[in-house]
């Protein structure tokens, strides 16, 4: 199990940031993930109770809690109801999503602290969080639509299949990933959510596709394969 998981992390830190190998320091890894830990159950705490997760929550305490992360974020009241609309959207995902959530707002207090001592660091990981957020944000439209012009069902499942599996990672991409790695992932889903917003294409998973040939400047060809990694990452 525990190789197969680095061989997974391998293959998506490869894939965001075309790195052949994972450069960031055991030391600071360690420290990002703990640092991590405590502020997520400190914020799960907060907003779910001592269970620290949405699950068996009752409709009204969900709502309190969902309205409380959602606050804390502290985006556009565009990307607020965006957010309220991933977490109805789909019911097996929901407790994931807003559990999700809750770590992204720890990603942020933490990240004002490694800020005091490395500012760069501080930011790249805030802005890593707010990336995921709109990510989430955006995952309501995930798998909408099963083709298109552009990509065949096949790549379309394909593409569905990678989004889902970023939305699934945040404390990985957060705390594991080196500054340039993060910065690349934060590029691309930065990049897919401008355009999304600017409705110039069909469906998620064609934005997400351009948005890795853009930042990465490949063709379609290498950001269908950074794609596949994606997807086969454990």
Known sequence: MKKQLMIGMAALTM????????????????????????????????????????????????????????????LSSGKNNALSM???????????RLDSLATIVAAKKMATEISKSDAAEGQSISNAATATAKLIANSSLTGARTSSKELNTTEMAEVTAALNKLESLPETILTSFSKAERDSYTQIIERHDAILESGKKGSSEEAFVDAIMEVKKVDRTKALEIVKKLKECV
Request: hydrophobic share 40%; charged share 25%.
């Open 86 to 96: 991933a977490l109805k959207a789909d019911a097996t995902k929901s407790t994931q």
């Open 15 to 74: 894939a965001m940031a075309f790195s052949p190998a994972h450069a960031a320091p055991v030391g600071g890894v360690k420290s990002a993930r703990e640092a991590l830990v405590e502020y997520s159950k400190q914020i799960k705490e907060s907003a779910f109770g001592k269970g620290m997760t949405s699950k068996g929550l009752s409709a009204q305490q969900v709502k309190i809690a969902q309205d409380k992360i959602i606050n804390e974020l502290q």
